[in-house]
């Protein structure tokens, strides 16, 4: 089993930046591909970003592209969400996940564990 544990969130005006972390704990961290989803209040969980086993490939959601990135070191069995130019609607409560596979996901099915979320709001 993998344990996550999100940190870093908190309360920006609109334009500011905020960096998540997402620290694993158990089975071999490197063998998973990572992801970040979020939820605002009275919406379904969303996709936000996903990086490959190796680090080698992410992908994002339209919405985020040239703002969000994200990166993993393995040596720390960490992963991270860098978020700039931060919106009133980036505001949610966003999760780290671990999928049990190689390749970046953006399906929410196709991940086996999950943290326990770090909320991040958006002053307008």
């Known amino acids: 089993q993998v344990q996550l544990a999100e940190s870093g969130g908190g309360l920006v005006q609109a334009g500011g930046s905020l960096r998540l972390s997402c620290a694993a704990s158990g089975r071999t961290f490197s063998s998973y591909a990572m992801g970040w989803f979020r939820q605002a209040p009275g919406k379904e969980r969303e996709f936000v970003a996903a990086?490959?086993?190796?680090?080698?490939?992410?992908v994002y959601r339209d919405s985020v592209k040239g703002r969000f990135t994200m990166s993993r070191d393995n040596a720390k069995n960490t992963v991270y969400l860098q978020m700039n130019s931060l919106k009133p609607e980036d505001t949610a409560v966003y999760y780290c996940?671990?999928?049990?596979?190689?390749?970046?996901?953006?399906?929410?099915?196709?991940?086996?564990?999950w943290g326990q979320g770090t909320q991040v709001t958006v002053s307008s």
């Open positions: 996940a671990a999928a049990q596979r190689i390749r970046a996901t953006i399906a929410l099915d196709d991940y086996n564990y």
């Open positions: 990086i490959s086993w190796s680090g080698g490939s992410t």
